[in-house]
Structures are given as C-alpha cells and as structure tokens.
C-alpha cells in the first residue's frame, strides 16, 4: 500500500520527538536477548530467551504500526505469520523461519539509531519552523514508507492470501450458480410447467368436445385453458424478472429497485447514487441482495420498515439494506444469508450481517467494480 501524501507537519513533528523514548528501551531489550539467548542456546535456556526476544519486537512492531496510524495517518495492516503448535520448540521452530519475524527484529534494532535522526530533526523543527513545515513531512512520509515494508504483509504473502479468497470465491461462485439453476429448474417445473400441462389437457378435452352438442362445455374448457395460459405467461414474467429485470438492463438500479421495492408488504426508502453505472454483473447481483434480503424481512423479520441505499466509488459498489424487525438474523450455512454471501462472492463481494436480537439488522455488500 504505497503513501499517497505527506503527513500532517504539526502531528509529524510530535511523532519524530515522542518516538525516541519508546524505541530506546525496545532497542536495549531486544538487543540484550538476542545476544543472551544466543549465548545460552547451546544450554537450550537460550530457546525460551530467543522466544521472548521475537515476542518484544513483535510487541514493539504492533506499537509502531498503530504508532505511525495515529500520527502519521499511514495504515500498515498485520502482517501474515505463520502458524505454529504447542511447546517452547515448535514455537522457536516457526519464528526462525518465519520472515516476519526477522523483518520485525531488524526493524527494531534500527529504530534507534533512525530515531536518533529524526529526534534530532523533530528538535530543529520546533527552533526553526520552515525546516518542520517543509522537511519533516518528508520524513514522516519516509518513515512511514519504511515502516509500510518491513512492517506490512510482503508482497508474496498478500499474492497467496489473494489467491486463497479467489480459489474460495470460484467455488462459492460455482455453488451459488447451481444452487440458482435447480431454483430456476423447480420453479419451472412447479408453475410454469403445470400450467401449460393444464392448458394442454383443457384444450384436448375441448377438442373432443367439438363433435357434441354442448358448446357450454366446450367454452368452459377453452377458458379454463385461457386462464392458465395467462398464469403460466406470468409465472414466466415474474421467473425472468427475477433472473435479470428488463428495467435492470434499460434504466438501471434505481429504477429497477424503485419498481422492487414498490411491490413490497412493507414501507422501503431507497437510496441509490451508483454514476457511474457499474458493470451488469454487480447491477444483477445488487438487484439479488436488495431483491432476496427484502423477500426474507417480509416473511421472518416483523418488521414494518426497511431502508435501502446503494452507493459507489471509484473501486466499490456498497449496499446496505437495515429494517427494524426483531433482529436475530445470522449467516448459516445453508441458509437464504449464506445464499446471499455465496451470490456475492460471484464476483468477489462480501456479504457481512449484524443483528442483536431486538434488532435492527444491517445486510452491507461490498461488491468490487473490477476483479
């Protein structure tokens, strides 16, 4: 994540001065432990030495990084450590070959001689303050910068991480599809299909009809078949509308979840402010989220109210639909939430929950313009 701007010179000046102070006894712990856990390893009381000495700087790392957030502005996320089992051995086996690890130890055994600089530079700040508002930012965007790269997650680890969440995606994805297609299938199955079954049936015994005298038979079962044929027309409306809305695709979300929305048991504000107009993809998949959250609130949620907003930058389309129903609501494997995540993760999205019981629950996806 690289430092897009300088910090603030005033907060900059105060983090190169107060700095000093933490990194002097940090520099000195860490420092004696090493030298001492090296010298009594072969006594192996050096190995719980050694750990202690990985365990301060990683102390001392998680400092920095909150340290550098709150002054500097500069967020560092947590590196990705690799995991060890139990005993004083295991623990000592995966901190040396963990690279987080050594990056963290030299990042403190250099703190102090680079806080000795720029306690030097916080000092002639305060005295002369063109130097503070010109050159400390600079420093403070330097430090930041560093810290970012032996502090952060390296490249490698965020690549495996990213490749993880993908393979997990995809597969999620794939699920979501079929779960989608056997709805498609029964749905089918289950109306339109009886329907035309029925039409087929009322017409042939109309047919068989013609030959006799009772025409009032033969109009009841021509009209018979005309009513089904006008249901199954809009069981397959209604089954295409919920694939992909012909509204959807001429005048986009909010349109399409104004007509949504206006179709519900219950009162729905929508706010949607998406210009520019996102890919279809995240169209049809916000249009599912808002569609299935706002079916399962009518029928389990007791609530009278719901408020839908979607909105968008550069990178991200939000959506966030809350009610003020009883609450309870979890993402269960299984269940129409996990559905929801499922249909999310299509395309990369994250479908979060929050709902303490008495309400009110809060469904938010973010869904990535890009992938």
Known sequence: MPVKQRPHAIRTIGFLIASFPLRLP???????????????????????????????????ADLERRWVRTMLGIEIADPIRRPHGNGLLQTWQTRFIDPVTWR????????LPLGIFEFVAGIVSVVVPP???????????????????????????QLEARTRQLKDSRARGVDAVEAERRRIERDLHDGAQQRLVAVAMSLGRAQLKLDTDNQADVRELIGAAHSDAKLAVSELRDLA???????????????????????????????VTVEPRPPAPV???TYFIVSETLTNIAKHSGADRASVRV??????????IIDNGHGGASVRPGGGLAGLADRAATIDGVLTVVSPVGGPTVVRADLPVRW
């Open 283 to 285: 169209e049809t998949t």
């Open 311 to 320: 909105t968008r930058d550069a990178a991200t389309v939000v959506v966030e």
């Open 131 to 157: 130097f503070g508002i010109f050159v400390a930012p600079r420093i403070g965007a330097m430090h930041g910068a560093l810290s970012l790269s032996m502090l952060g997650p390296d490249r490698t680890a």
């Open 104 to 111: 963290e130890l030299g990042f403190v055994l250099l703190a």
């Open 241 to 271: 509308r919920g694939i992909y809305p012909p509204v959807l695709q001429d005048r986009g979300l909010d349109a399409a979840l104004s007509s949504l929305t206006a179709r519900m048991p219950l009162h729905v504000d929508v706010e």
């Open 26 to 60: 940090a520099f000195i712990l860490t420092l004696v432990s090493i030298v001492l856990g090296v010298a009594t390893t072969m006594l192996w009381a050096g190995i719980p030495i050694l750990i202690a000495a990985t365990s301060i700087a990683r102390g001392f």
